[in-house]
């Protein structure tokens, strides 16, 4: 049922129980389940209250910190590195921890868990359930300063691209933009949950991990803030392409604008003469043709300096 359960002891080193008790005879038990798993609710529903229960079945969730007795439930974020699929759509993980078992469940493969999973199988996984957390969010927290550190790297490739005011607008800044929000709505409160769980007073959380959990907090505050940043920029830059959209339609109107003045009344005059009926001037004479060329050639010159007059060109 469970994707995988170690018991822990305090050097690290790891055994696969051969009972279903929630705790073992190590440190701790580390539970580790799928959300679609069918007996979870049930398996929950026998080994915890069911207020810890409820939030590991939660289909939908949010990233929270609460005690719970003397324990601690704590959902977390990641950044979804699974094949097909957002980054920024980030992959949830639900956790309940006390000081002798350890629960998550997660819904898709969350890729700083399964370090961890790793690690435990090579008898080297964290000696308590408090340095298990603190390991855990340290890989969330990388992950998240990565990919707001690759936005950032984007972000500075559009503003120098920039100084190329007919460069054209990148494909990708919508994505990016969109990226930057979704990313947000998960991490403000990320970093909520990880300054309360910093400022906890629980026994299973020693003073050497919560100094740890308060710097990833700090980090965690940073990455909001860089993501505010970053999505003031990327509007400053989709404004400006904007602009310089605007400026160049504006510029071409005008030209249009200045080449219809200008062939408005030559165009007037070629019609007038045109018209195929008596009396027309000129008809009889071989030089009729020659001086209205001229003529219509001093009418465009005549609006040339007119529109120079009146500062259209």
Wanted: aromatic share 6%.
């Amino acid at each position: 049922m469970p994707i995988c359960v170690f018991d822990i002891a305090e050097d690290g080193t790891t055994n696969v129980p051969q009972n279903t008790r929630l705790t073992g005879d190590a440190a701790y038990r580390w539970w580790h389940f799928d959300l679609s798993d069918p007996l979870l609710e049930t398996w929950t529903r026998e080994h915890l209250h069911m207020i810890p229960g409820g939030a590991l079945t939660q289909p939908k969730t949010r990233p929270r910190c609460d005690r719970f007795e003397g324990g601690l439930i704590l959902n977390l974020r990641g950044i979804n590195l699974n094949a097909g699929q957002d980054a920024d759509e980030m992959v949830s993980v639900r956790i309940y921890a006390d000081e002798d078992v350890l629960i998550t469940v997660r819904r898709n493969k969350v890729f700083a868990i399964d370090a961890i999973r790793q690690r435990a199988e090579a008898q080297d996984a964290p000696g308590s359930t408090a340095a298990f957390l603190e390991t855990l969010i340290e890989g969330l927290t990388d992950r998240v300063d990565q990919h707001v550190a690759t936005i950032d790297e984007r972000t500075d490739h559009y503003e120098i691209a920039l100084e190329d005011k007919n460069t054209p607008m990148p494909r990708d800044l919508p994505d990016n933009r969109r990226s930057v929000i979704r990313l947000r709505r998960y991490l403000e409160p990320q970093r909520a949950a990880l300054s309360k769980l910093s400022t906890l007073d629980l026994p299973m959380i020693p003073e050497t991990v919560s100094l740890g959990l308060r710097e990833l907090a700090n980090r965690a505050a940073i990455a909001v803030e860089e993501l505010d940043e970053l999505q003031g920029r990327l509007i400053s830059v989709q404004e400006e392409h904007d602009g310089n959209i605007a400026q160049r339609q504006a510029r071409h109107g005008y030209v249009l604008s200045v080449a219809a003045a200008i062939f408005l009344p030559l165009g007037f005059l070629t019609g007038l003469f045109g018209v195929n009926v008596g009396g027309m001037p000129g008809v009889d004479s071989p030089r009729a043709f020659a001086i209205l060329c001229l003529s219509m050639l001093g009418l465009g010159a005549v609006m040339v300096a007119i529109l120079k007059l009146v500062r259209w060109l």
